[in-house]
């Protein structure tokens, strides 16, 4: 690779390390305390300050679960297929089905069955900037938003905007399965509903 161009490879390493960090709502001690990486030199890494190199970086992906060549910006190889890989938060197992910082974003997340009448367990309805978009694949899906409850069933879907406090379970003791797309807007971190 030509020296311009490597430099312009590793120029570009600081503001997607500094995005995806932001878009996992993560702070940087958070990521230091994971990763063993001091506080300082992720600041450096994320700002330019510091080049970046193997020993930083694949702590980095293995953390943030993306191969190393989404942190470098590397050449498509070609190949089309995805290589997800899971991703467990809040009990829900997601399985990315589109490349890390692809527009709009798609998923396919699992949804653990539960015992409808337990009044605790409910999650927090949270709020973000976008629209979502999602699909039931399997089961049924029960959508909060905001004050209204709605069940979907396998083979029905529904759009909201995400301003409105919302979050979505499965609606009995079935495991229940979603395919769901949202825009960059639709990554932002949540915040409370």
Request: glycine share 8%; hydrophobic share 40%.
């Amino acid at each position: 690779m030509p020296e311009d161009d490597l430099a312009s490879v590793l120029d570009a390493v600081a503001p997607r390390l500094r995005a995806l960090r932001r878009r996992r709502g993560l702070t940087l001690a958070e990521v230091a305390e994971a990763t063993g990486i001091s506080v300082s030199t992720l600041s450096r890494l994320e700002s330019g300050g510091r080049k970046p190199a193997l020993d930083l970086l694949l702590p980095l992906a293995r953390h943030y679960r993306v191969p190393l060549d989404d942190l470098v910006g590397a050449p498509a190889t070609g190949d089309p297929r995805i290589h997800p890989r899971p991703v467990r938060r809040h009990g829900h197992v997601i399985i990315p089905l589109s490349r890390e910082g692809a527009d709009p974003q798609a998923f396919k997340q699992v949804l653990p069955g539960r015992d409808p009448r337990d009044p605790t367990d409910r999650p927090r309805q949270r709020t973000h900037e976008g629209s979502d978009w999602m699909y039931v694949l399997h089961g049924r899906v029960l959508l909060l938003l905001g004050d209204e409850e709605v069940v979907l069933e396998a083979g029905e879907a529904a759009e909201f905007d995400t301003r409105t406090p919302h979050a979505f379970l499965s609606a009995g003791p079935e495991v229940a399965e979603v395919l769901g797309l949202f825009s960059k807007d639709g990554q932002q971190v949540h915040v409370r509903g």
